[in-house]
């Protein structure tokens, strides 16, 4: 049975194999004629891997032409390629491949391009692509972070102390060229219509040395973020109170102080500020001591501001004081006699002054004694021991030593008994009654 079957497949095997072939060849033809193959261009992006081998070589890299994407062409069967797309395809570069060229600034990397899916039924036309690239020195540096602000604080209120607290150093590292244009890093935090302390995190921004920002695209920062708190402090405008120290000559006095500003804004907490009625200025800051006209002078007030405090304008720190001098001035005034007071008279004696008023020289300010009225001035003699007889005795003024001066001043009274008096007067009377008795005869 075998052999009849064995013979049966023998039988005429030339032609069989011959037939298998033509078979073979038509299909293959079909199939071309309608599945053809194919070629079509993709586009997509280049990933870099090993990138420590550049770093290593204490350089860093840049794509020429700032693009990192390749375009290439991929041949096949059109019934495959049409379930491609260019996210299916990979293209990597390995800088373990780098190519340096002479100059040792430009590098060539090439880049192997692969699909997801069906890679070995496609076949990449002109495959040698690379990536072209720059290489520079590779920079680090540190740089201190300095906190500022933006906005205003809310009204009455004032900005203390602002300060980066988390890090307050920033390293920077990335290519020489670009590093060294970084001349300072500020964080800066939004302080608007704030009323309590506050703390944020912010983005430190880079500035060269003309304030312009530096791209940091390039670089690696050691944290991209830094903590920033400010202090938000209450406000009080106090006045500014002046001692003096010394006398001016003779009777040259101080006649008023001015300071320009008259009064600054503190800040400070509110525990520290209600209690506060003025900023005194120690004497020994003004001495006058002979002399004899104004003084000016400028003085910085910032170590007698009260502890716990601060001007809320800096430019208050300055201020210019001056000491008006003047000398005493005379002036004559007219003090009647009837209001002049009299101290230790001896019962059964009585008093009359010569004249019926009395001219006194005050020596004072001007202004003092523009205000200073005969009226206002009181008064008195002591008599106290002095018997019959006319005498001079000294006037005494009631002043304010502070603002008035005199000199001894004397007046003429006199002194009397009443029986005296009596005695006078009924002697004076009996004359001039005898005449008015003749008369009458």
């Not at 209120?157 to 590292?173: C, D, H, R």
Request: glycine share 6%; net charge negative; charged share 20%.
């Amino acid at each position: 049975m075998a052999k009849k079957i064995l013979k049966t497949l023998t039988n005429n095997l030339g032609f069989k194999l011959l037939a298998v072939f033509f078979a073979f060849v038509l299909w293959l033809v079909v199939y071309n004629i309608d599945d053809p193959t194919k070629t079509r261009t993709f586009t997509t992006n280049v990933t870099v891997e090993n990138q420590s081998a550049v770093t290593e070589m204490n350089k860093c890299y840049e794509v020429l032409d700032g693009t990192n994407t390749v375009s290439f062409s991929v041949s096949g069967k059109r019934s495959v390629l049409d379930k491609l797309e260019d996210t299916d395809f990979t293209a990597v570069a390995d800088m373990n491949r780098m190519i340096l060229d002479k100059s040792g600034v430009k590098a060539s990397v090439p880049i192997e391009i692969t699909s997801r899916r069906q890679n070995s039924a496609l076949k990449y036309n002109g495959k040698n692509k690379y990536l072209e690239v720059s290489l520079e020195d590779l920079m680090s540096h540190r740089y201190m972070v300095t906190a500022a602000t933006s906005g205003h604080v809310a009204e009455g209120y004032a900005l203390g102390e602002v300060a980066v607290t988390n890090p307050n150093v920033l390293n920077v590292s990335g290519p020489a060229s670009i590093v060294k244009k970084i001349s300072s890093v500020v964080a800066t935090i939004d302080v608007e219509g704030m009323s309590v302390n506050l703390s944020d995190n912010v983005i430190p921004i880079l500035y060269d040395e003309h304030g312009n920002e530096v791209d940091p695209t390039r670089l690696t920062l050691s944290n991209n973020t830094v903590t920033v708190s400010a202090k938000i402090l209450s406000v009080k405008e106090l006045p500014l109170s002046f001692n003096i120290a010394g006398k001016p000559y003779g009777d040259y006095r101080v006649v008023e102080i001015n300071s320009s500003p008259e009064s600054v804004k503190l800040k400070g907490a509110t525990n520290v500020l209600n209690p506060l009625l003025s900023i005194e200025i120690p004497g020994e800051v003004l001495n006058v001591s002979g002399a004899r006209e104004d003084l000016s002078t400028s003085i910085d007030i910032t170590e007698y501001l009260p502890e716990g405090t601060e001007l809320v304008n800096p430019s208050d720190a300055t201020i210019t004081v001056t000491v008006r001098i003047e000398a005493y001035e005379p002036k004559t005034y007219e003090i009647s006699t009837n209001r002049i007071s009299v101290q230790g008279l001896t019962a059964g004696y009585q008093l009359q002054f010569e004249d019926t008023a009395v001219p006194v020289t005050i020596n004072g300010l001007r202004k003092n004694l523009e205000r200073l009225s005969a009226s206002d001035i009181s008064a008195e003699i002591n008599v106290e021991g002095l018997t019959e007889g006319t005498h001079r005795v000294t006037l005494n003024l009631r002043l304010d030593e502070e603002l008035y001066a005199y000199q001894p001043i004397t007046i003429a009274v006199m002194i009397s008994s009443q029986e005296s008096e009596e005695n006078q007067t009924e002697n004076s009377e009996e004359p001039g009654d005898v005449e008015e008795n003749d008369q009458n005869e």
